[in-house]
């Protein structure tokens, strides 16, 4: 059985910092290329974040480009998002995803003053 396990969310200040983790259990995780998404209040769903099965490529949504980071361990099966310089926009549930096909329950991160 798939798990994705996010974990890191909180309230921050606007221009404050926080670093999402995601924990996968049951599936080869060296295989699948890892994605952050987060949906807001009222929103559809959107793209955050991509890296690669190796770790080498990364994309990211406009928005969020040169202020978020998205990494990974393969050896500890997680994906991390390191989140810089958070705005009031920013909030939203942070959901880590494999491949599309696997979705964890998200984690809630709101940037409030």
């Known amino acids: 059985q798939v798990q994705l396990v996010e974990s890191g969310g909180g309230l921050v200040q606007p221009g404050g910092s926080l670093r999402l983790s995601c924990a996968a259990s049951?599936?080869?995780?060296?295989?699948?290329?890892m994605s952050w998404y987060r949906q807001a209040p009222g929103k559809e769903r959107e793209f955050v974040a991509e890296?690669?099965?190796?770790?080498?490529?990364?994309s990211y949504a406009d928005s969020v480009k040169g202020r978020f980071t998205i990494s990974r361990d393969n050896a500890e099966k997680t994906v991390y998002l390191q989140m810089l310089s958070l705005k009031p926009e920013d909030t939203a549930v942070y959901y880590c995803?494999?491949?599309?096909?696997?979705w964890g329950q998200g984690t809630q991160v709101t940037v409030s003053p």
């Open positions: 890296i690669n099965f190796a770790g080498t490529t990364t």
């Open positions: 995803s494999a491949v599309g096909v696997y």
């Open positions: 049951g599936l080869t995780f060296g295989r699948y290329a």
